[in-house]
């Protein structure tokens, strides 16, 4: 499996609170910016769309906000 580019998301929190995330194969992976020792999140194409469609929607949003 070639490996690709870590990426992290341009409205990054300011005080590192973020992830990075790259494509693994078919397979997406997830880890924390700041903590690359503490392992990765593995999720297939579907996982990762699931995901992405919940943020979309606000369904992670804090009702803090």
Do not use: I, Y
Not at 14 to 30: I, K, T
Request: aromatic residues 8%; negative net charge.
């Amino acid at each position: 499996m070639s490996e690709t580019q870590w990426h992290k998301a341009s409205a990054s929190d300011v005080q590192g609170q973020c992830v990075e995330v790259r494509r693994q194969g078919s397979m997406v992976q997830v880890r924390d910016t700041k903590n690359h020792d503490a392992g990765t999140l593995l999720f297939s194409p579907a996982e990762w769309r699931a995901f992405l469609t919940g943020v979309k929607a606000g369904e992670f949003d804090s009702e803090a906000q």
